[in-house]
């Protein structure tokens, strides 16, 4: 290990920063919140076509999912979100506001529509959804502990 701790790595899937506490990263909880951050997103977009009648079709999807899609990757990039993605406050509501941000630029830039009436609904909808989920997850194993502890 001598080697890799002088490379500020210590063992697979965690890395050592100046002394602090390894983080230790979980590859299935990293995928499975994208995943559930990803579908989400698709189902935002998809509810959105089926409202205003644009049904479901592969290349309208595509285009009004890859805004905010970037969006979300933008999110989980800047937050290193891989290393706490269940975590609420801290990659959450920064991933929920990234996406909302850059993916409606993203949609400005590429000449798609961008009423203030939109952006509220989807900042509503996509915080719902991208904060959601983990304070679902958050209370489910909050109630579990409890459980547990009796």
Do not use: C, K, Y
Request: proline content about 5%.
């Amino acid at each position: 290990m001598g080697r890799l701790a002088d490379a500020g790595q210590t063992e697979a899937g965690t890395v050592n920063r100046s002394g602090d506490a390894p983080i230790v990263i979980d590859p299935r909880a990293t995928i499975g919140a994208a995943t559930i951050d990803i579908l989400l997103v698709l189902l935002f977009v998809l509810i959105g076509r089926g409202s205003h009648n644009e049904g479901f079709s592969p290349l309208g999807t595509l285009q009004t999912l890859w805004p905010f899609v970037a969006g979300l990757a933008l999110g989980w990039v800047v937050t290193f979100a891989w290393r706490h993605p269940r975590h609420i406050s801290w990659p959450g509501i920064p991933i929920w506001l990234v996406t909302i941000a850059a993916g409606m630029l993203l949609r400005m830039a590429s000449g798609q529509g961008v009423q203030l009436s939109f952006v509220i609904v989807a900042s509503i909808v996509l915080g719902v959804f991208l904060v959601g989920w983990r304070v679902l997850v958050r209370l489910v194993g909050t109630a579990a502990r409890r459980r547990a502890a009796r």
